[in-house]
């Protein structure tokens, strides 16, 4: 079989797909494995379906894996009689409103066999993360209902003091979400096959826990809010509403919990399920993206043990095509449905368009992650879109615009490089490249502590050369080190410093050194409106044109979303709207961008300063020509 980096520029997965079936390399799969796992992603992929990105990546994933399976480096296998007895279990699991199963669709049908029938060669389940985001009403209780009785009543049978747990933010909305559980369970206790269980198990379900008095397992009720998980070990765990973006803290630090448990389980499983939610900044975001990546490399399948099923339009554009929401709302394939539900979906888009409220109906109704705050500085859509594989150019040699923001107790000291250059249609482009150094000191030393704080993995930037994070004892930045990566940076890519730009106000050891041992053009930038209002507004106005490009890292795309624009008579300029937010990045590259925007313009902002190194510096210019007006005698 041939493997594939997604990654790359004009490599795709359905081209992925193609050649692959074309050269036969799915023949075996497609006759041996009928199941509704491989039928769905051959639907996918052959278009049947309408599907967005990640689910196409999913099925693709799904079939590439069932031709590795025997390998030495994939210890996994796909086992259909686990599919058969969760899918035999779904079938007459009973919906707590009509007291009898509903049909399940191909797609739900899909999630079950990829969860539950995927497993290692210990027969536990491989996944031991699963993500399932969709649109709203699209059946995500009901899925995760099933699957949690299934757990309790199938494959924990036979076993002892086993923890299973569903989770919403908050008590309220753990109560709504725990009483369609309970409800699920007394009914299922009504049923021939279960009755003689439930009485032998003496198995209860009252309103925070579902309890066996003979076994001792448990399915409980928490919320983040409690954040009781320390003393529990889950078997599974459903985190509904995971993505909520008012408790990210909470949410972060309880998931971290429950998967600390889960390491002394065998056969453990970690369900988030969602919809999209306004603030980008939320953990399940950032897992969307990671799993995203991770599935383009099927040259590399890292994260094999996590399983995304990601249900969102490809592009918010796509509000007005309704034949395309079927990639977020996957019930509308249900033919019975869809004509209605279609319909309500169009009359909820008119009425958002026409009060000003788009983005709700994006975000809920099509699982679109977007920045809705009425003073975003830039829109999620449009940092993503400046995301590139590697860097446009060679930096080598290459002019370059410094900017920096140096740190304040809890901020990061960000220095932003801004490259010029020409595109293909020979427009100014502009590359940027940043590096922080990460102070801990406010976070007990721990850069553990100050990743959760700020929300921002400062380890795996670290790792990737975006940051260096404080080494001393004390978790401050050290200003030596600080001058010693720029300067071996620009040594090292001998590049030619235009300008050095920083804030007017900041005084710091670094920058009289610059000013002493370089001959940059050092320039104190005011950071009150009036002189921020140009660049602040040209970076956002070249981004959206799609002439900003920067590699995939998280500190610029964290710092980016946390933006918010404030005005005043003079202009605008950026702010965070909370200590925690992180801007520096941003705060740097528009300091760089003062001047960056100047570089292929006739436009001088600065007579006179190109000047400011040479031996009549600080001169006047009656001054100078005094100068060469003496009589030096010689």
Partial sequence: MREYDLSQKNVTVLGAYQEQRDAGAYTEIFTKYRDPGTRYAFAVLEGQV????????????????????????????????????????????????????LPLMLWQK????????????????????????????????????????????????GL?????????????????????????????????????????????????????NKS?????????????????????????????????????????KATSGQVQVRDSQFWQISTAYPDSNSPLYGDEKMVHEAMLHDDDRALDDYLMILYQQDDPKEVNSPD????????????????????????????KLSDGTIAEFQNKNLNIWLQVKVNNYVDLEDINHAIVQAPPLDIRGQSVYIGWDLSHFSDDTAVALVFPYLGDDGMPNYYVYQHSFVPTARAQGNVMIKSKQDGINYQAAETKGFASIASNRWGMINDEQVYTW?????????????????????????????????????????????????????????????????????????????????????????????????????????????RAIYHFSDVAPDDGLKDAKGPFAGMSNDQINDYFKQDFGF
């Fill in 324 to 351: 395309s929401w079927e990639k977020s709302n996957p019930i509308l394939g249900l033919e019975s449905k869809h004509d209605s539900m279609l319909a309500s979906l169009i009359a909820e888009r008119d009425t």
């Fill in 110 to 157: 899909a999630i079950f066999a990829w969860s539950q029938g995927w497993r290692n060669l210990s027969d536990e389940r491989r996944f031991h993360r699963v993500l399932f985001s969709v649109a709203r009403t699209n059946g995500k209780t009901y899925e995760t209902n099933i699957l949690l009785a299934y757990d309790y009543l199938i494959e924990s049978d």
């Fill in 486 to 594: 720029l300067m071996d940076f620009v040594e090292a890519n001998e590049l030619k410093v235009e300008y050095f730009c920083y804030d007017a106000w900041e005084t710091s050891d670094i920058i009289l050194k610059l000013d002493k041992l370089t001959d940059w053009l050092m320039l104190p930038i005011r950071q009150g409106t009036r002189t921020l209002d140009h660049p602040t507004g040209k970076f956002r106005e070249l981004l959206v044109q799609h002439r900003i490009q920067y590699v995939d890292d998280p500190i610029i795309q964290y710092s980016l979303r946390n933006a918010i624009l404030v005005r005043d008579n003079n202009g605008i300029k950026v702010d965070k709207d909370k200590a925690t937010s992180k801007i520096d990045f941003v705060d740097a590259t528009i300091n760089a961008f003062s």
């Fill in 216 to 256: 001792q397992n448990q399915l409980v009720r928490l919320s983040h809010d409690s954040g009781q998980l320390d003393s529990y070990h889950f078997r599974l765990i459903v985190s509904d509403e995971a993505g909520d973006d008012k408790r990210m803290g909470k949410i972060r630090e309880n998931n971290g």
């Fill in 160 to 212: 002892y003091n086993q923890d299973l747990g569903y989770i919403a933010p908050v008590t309220k909305q753990a109560k709504k979400g725990f009483r369609y559980i309970k409800l699920t369970f007394i009914k299922l206790a009504e049923l021939g096959p279960f009755r003689t269980m439930f009485e032998r198990q003496a198995i209860k379900p009252l309103d925070d826990v579902v309890r066996s």
């Fill in 50 to 101: 309408i599907a967005d990105e990640d689910i196409k990546l999913q099925a693709f994933r799904h079939l590439q894996d069932l031709l590795r399976q025997g390998r030495e480096d994939f210890p996994y296998r796909y086992d259909l009689k686990k599919v058969r007895a969760v899918l035999g279990f779904a079938s007459i699991c009973p919906d707590v409103d009509t007291g009898k199963p």
